[in-house]
């Protein structure tokens, strides 16, 4: 295999690689966020400060539930027990794709009215994932 070869097959594993896991690091490099999809397709994050991990694997999403004519729908967390008869509509758990993705830089340094600082530095990194959740057409 030539170096050619070796490159470009290295750049396609890199970019399918990518298609599925997003890296965001804040601008002095101590926080790292990995965000990608489990093979059910539900968004996972992880935070880590100076390689150390702060969010051990989450998932996102959320669970509407069912409208029950013949009940009051109240809004105390419960623990769910029909868990596996959730109605494919009401899911926002799984069957998500990744859609797009864009990163973002801002850094300002403003003057407050009075405080105990002379100067404020605004300074992050941002990542927006747009999902893509085909059986319910929605994103």
Known sequence: MNLKSIFSLTSCICFAMAVN???LT???GNFVMNFSLSPEGAPVY???YKDKPIIKPSTLGLELKKEDANKKTTFEWTER?????LDAKTNLMTGFKIK???TSTFDET???VWG???EIRN????LAVTLDQPSNDRY
């Open 26 to 28: 804040s601008p002095d």
């Open 46 to 48: 992880e935070l880590s």
């Open 110 to 112: 403003w003057s407050p």
């Open 100 to 102: 797009d993705t864009s």
């Open 116 to 118: 105990e600082e002379k």
């Open 21 to 23: 896991a997003q890296k």
């Open 81 to 85: 027990t029909d868990k596996d008869q």
């Open 123 to 126: 300074n992050y990194n941002e």
